[in-house]
């Protein structure tokens, strides 16, 4: 008896379901669903394409600000090539990292042809500030330790060598080198873990970030005038010296 009554309830279910009217009402929701989740699609492609021209824009304007607004560039106490080229009228500030390999590109191929060229004719002077990167685990103390060479006017011999000699960047490197430069090795070693170097070296990277430095090796190329390098252009990257022989020449012209 029940089975019997189970059995015809199924038929009026099944024939209600598929009854013209019922099947239209699942292919209306059907389509309905389907829209919406076409809808949603579309609104996350204009989300990101919305995202996409913003950031486009962004671009655009940063380039914009630094193509029509020149920098004045302070050129600090930082260690200077010619600095007593009393009559300079050209100065290049290079924001760099020891652990950088195009700027030890730049220290080998070009340099030495703006040296020979401008700095050692007294034509220009040269200032390196520092820029050690987040990614670069050592070139935060490598600068330190320059610094500390400086302070025993060896900046420049250590500076070299700090890109030149073969092994990791660390205490031991640095008092190798110190060592072979006949530094004061009590005097080199406190310096390396002091805290005004330190300090020194973040000044730096804060100032070269607000000029708006953001890679090494970084450059600026400008008039000198009283400390500072003003209507300074910007060189991204190690470029040729023909690059830079082009720009310096136009502020000499």
């Given amino acids: 008896m029940y089975k019997k009554y189970f059995l015809c309830f199924l038929g009026l279910t099944l024939a209600a379901m598929f009854s013209p009217a019922h099947a ?4 209306v929701a059907e389509e309905i669903l389907t829209q919406l989740a076409e809808l949603k699609r579309d609104n996350h492609q204009l989300r990101a394409e919305i995202k996409q021209i913003k950031e486009q824009l962004s671009a655009l304007e940063s380039v914009s600000v630094k193509k029509n607004k020149r920098p004045k560039i302070a050129l ?3 260690f200077i090539l010619g600095e007593h080229n009393d009559k300079a009228k050209v100065a290049i500030v290079e924001f760099s990292d020891f652990e950088c390999s195009f700027c030890r590109r730049h220290l080998l191929q070009t340099l030495p042809q703006l040296k020979k060229n401008y700095i050692d004719t007294g034509k220009m002077q ?9 990614s670069h685990r050592n070139a935060k103390s490598a600068a330190i330790a320059a610094n500390c060479a400086g302070a025993q006017n060896a900046y420049w011999p250590m500076h070299e060598k700090l890109f030149t000699t073969k092994g990791a960047k660390g205490k031991p490197l640095y008092l190798q080198i110190a060592k072979q430069l006949l530094l004061d090795e009590d005097k080199f070693t406190t310096c390396l873990e002091s805290p005004e170097q330190a300090q020194e070296v973040a000044a730096d990277l804060a ?16 008039k000198l005038e009283d400390g500072h390098i003003v209507d300074a252009v910007f060189i991204n990257g190690a470029q040729s010296y023909e ?3 082009k720009v310096i020449d136009s502020f000499l012209n």
């Avoid at 239209?24 to 292919?27: G, I, P, Q, T």
């Avoid at 100032?207 to 400008?222: C, E, H, I, L, R």
């Fill in 24 to 27: 239209e009402k699942s292919w």
């Fill in 76 to 78: 600090d106490e930082d």
């Fill in 126 to 134: 040269y200032v390196m500030r520092d820029f050690p990167l987040d």
């Fill in 207 to 222: 100032y070269g970030q607000s000029v708006g430095v953001s890679g090494t090796p970084a450059f600026f190329v400008g």
């Fill in 243 to 245: 690059k830079f022989s």
